[in-house]
């Protein structure tokens, strides 16, 4: 009776001792005698003690991160690039036993895969392009990891460090190319205006009174500021006719000198008379002086 009982105390113990408890996120990849068995989990499993291994698994999403990795581009630029990789297991049996350590065989993957990748890209493609180097790194890297039961869901490129010759030049031509997006406007501003201008000037051409007005608001402009001298612009066409006065007042002095001198000296006398601009009297006036 008593060695029955030290039997059941002993098959009680050893039950006790083989029962195993697996969370929710984890699963348990179960050997015996050396040989795989099954994927148990989760909640309470029973897995023989002495002739059953239990290797747990976490199913998941882990970050990892990618190591810095000096990288020369298809430009000839060195840089250095590090990422972040996000993987999560997805079949636990194959990740045990296909690969001795799949965390480490994924990260030494993912850092060969990045500097062969973007060896391959050039400078701006990398900076401006980088969604398109994340969906290739992801391609590259789940074909490789799918045969040892890791899904990779995401490779992002965390951070390009450029050498200071290199940040030196890039904001030299960002200067170079706003500077060049400023001329562009301004030339274009230039264009408008002018453009504006010429209509303003056709309608003023056939509004002459409109030119007047504008003198009048220029005036205004300037006596607005506090200036001690009001310069006055006076259009020439508001001299038109005190000059035509002159010419007339000219002609007629002519026509008097010439019928007081007579006929042998009127012709001498309207070549030595200057008009009111300075230049000969014309033949008509000339004429004019020989009639008695």
């Known amino acids: 009776m008593e060695i029955l009982l030290a039997v059941i105390g002993?098959?009680?113990?050893?039950?006790?001792?083989?029962?195993?408890?697996?969370?929710?996120?984890?699963?348990?990849?179960?050997?015996?005698?050396?040989?795989?068995?099954?994927?148990?989990?989760?909640?309470?499993?029973?897995?023989?003690?002495?002739?059953?291994?239990?290797?747990?698994?976490?199913?998941?999403?882990?970050?990892?991160?990618?190591?810095?990795?000096?990288?020369?581009?298809?430009?000839?630029?060195?840089?250095?690039?590090?990422?972040?990789?996000?993987?999560?297991?997805?079949?636990?049996?194959?990740?045990?036993?296909?690969?001795?350590?799949?965390?480490?065989?994924?990260?030494?993957?993912?850092?060969?895969?990045?500097?062969?990748?973007?060896?391959?890209?050039?400078?701006?493609?990398?900076?401006?392009?980088r969604e398109k180097i994340n969906r290739i790194l992801q391609k590259i890297v789940e074909e490789r990891t799918d045969s040892w039961g890791v899904e990779v869901s995401a490779v992002e490129v965390k951070d390009v460090d450029l050498p200071p010759e290199m940040k030196r030049a890039m904001a030299r031509q960002a200067e170079a190319e706003r500077e060049r997006r400023a001329k562009v406007i301004a030339a274009e501003g230039e264009f408008q205006a002018a453009g504006k201008l010429s209509e303003a000037a056709a309608i003023i051409s056939r509004h002459p009174e409109a030119l007047q007005l504008r003198y009048l608001q220029t005036l205004v402009e300037v006596a607005s500021e506090n200036n001690s001298t009001t310069i006055f612009p006076v259009p020439i066409d508001l001299l038109t006719p005190f000059m035509d006065m002159g010419r007339r007042a000219a002609s007629v002095a002519a026509d008097a000198a010439a019928a007081a001198a007579g006929p042998a000296t009127t012709a001498d006398a309207a070549k030595s008379l200057p008009s009111a601009t300075g230049s000969p009297v014309p033949a008509t006036e000339r004429e004019r002086a020989r009639t008695p």
């Open 10 to 129: 002993g098959l009680a113990v050893y039950s006790f001792a083989s029962l195993r408890i697996l969370k929710q996120y984890e699963r348990g990849v179960a050997f015996f005698l050396g040989k795989y068995w099954g994927t148990k989990g989760p909640g309470l499993v029973f897995v023989p003690a002495g002739f059953t291994h239990l290797k747990r698994v976490s199913l998941r999403i882990v970050a990892m991160d990618v190591p810095p990795q000096d990288v020369i581009t298809r430009d000839n630029v060195s840089i250095k690039v590090n990422a972040v990789l996000y993987m999560r297991v997805k079949n636990p049996e194959m990740a045990i036993i296909e690969i001795e350590d799949y965390l480490y065989a994924t990260s030494q993957l993912a850092q060969t895969t990045l500097r062969s990748v973007l060896g391959e890209a050039e400078l701006d493609e990398l900076l401006a392009d």
